[in-house]
Antibody, heavy 122, light 111 residues
Framework: EVQLVESGGGLIQPGRSLRLSCTSS????????MTWVRQAPGKGLEWIGF??????????EYAASVKGRFSISRDDSKSIAYLQMNSLKTEDTGVYYC?????????????WGQGTLVTVSS | DIVMTQSPLSLSVTPGEPASISCMSS???????????VDWYLQKPGQSPQLLIY???NRASGAPDRFSGSGSGTDFTLKISRVEAEDVGVYYC????????FGQGTKLEIK
């Protein structure tokens, strides 16, 4: 069974740092692009960024809104993706989802976690 | 950055009737390889998003065949041939270019 479980969320003060984890199982983690997406309360989805598989260099891309403050990394030996969030702002409040995706010329596999809530407030 | 604009933002549909959602991109999503880099997701109430359509027109594994995607370049459409009660939720298009962008979402409810 495929599982992605986000953890590390909670209440955090503005300006502080927080690291989220996405612990995965049931698929070949190292072959997947790992993406983070967030959703502010009552709002739509916002793409944060992703990290490519090592096959494609393990490089990262970020949304302009978080570039320089957030960073994504992966530990393929543990099947975990991380989202390091620095200098947090109140507008970073929301549910943070991780997504794993693998695409070939013939199919795409796409998996999501249930999300973890981050509340940035003093 | 690419901007994705969906319309309508909400729609109410009678079960068994068709539904259509439009998504316009501020830049062409047609790659030189011939694929359109746009996906469609459904987020059901209280759930995580689920992939319905990838590369513009390819149905994801597990997505019912009443869902179809079409379009090219900057104009894309998600169609539901016959809406069912389980289709309620918010539909998002997403540019799948180097950096991703979601549309604002379209809320579908059942009449």
């Amino acid at each position: 069974e495929v599982q992605l479980v986000e953890s590390g969320g909670g209440l955090i003060q503005p300006g502080r740092s927080l690291r989220l984890s996405c612990t995965s199982s049931g698929f070949t983690f190292g072959d997947y692009v790992m993406t983070w997406v967030r959703q502010a309360p009552g709002k739509g989805l916002e793409w944060i960024g992703f990290i490519r598989s090592k096959t494609y260099g393990g490089t990262t891309e970020y949304a302009a809104s978080v570039k320089g403050r957030f960073s994504i990394s992966r530990d393929d030996s543990k099947s975990i993706a991380y989202l390091q969030m620095n200098s947090l702002k109140t507008e970073d409040t929301g549910v943070y989802y991780c997504n794993g995706r693998q695409s070939t010329g013939y199919w795409t596999k796409d998996y999501w976690g249930q999300g973890t809530l981050v509340t940035v407030s003093s | 950055d690419i901007v994705m604009t969906q319309s309508p933002l909400s729609l109410s549909v009678t079960p068994g009737e068709p539904a259509s959602i439009s998504c316009m991109s501020s830049q062409s999503l047609l790659h030189k390889n011939g694929y359109n880099y746009v996906d469609w997701y459904l987020q059901k109430p209280g759930q995580s998003p689920q992939l319905l359509i990838y590369l513009g027109s390819n149905r994801a594994s597990g997505a019912p065949d009443r869902f179809s995607g079409s379009g090219s370049g900057t104009d894309f459409t998600l169609k539901i041939s016959r809406v069912e009660a389980e289709d309620v939720g918010v539909y998002y298009c997403m540019s799948a270019a180097q950096t991703r962008t979601f549309g604002q979402g379209t809320k579908l409810e059942i009449k």
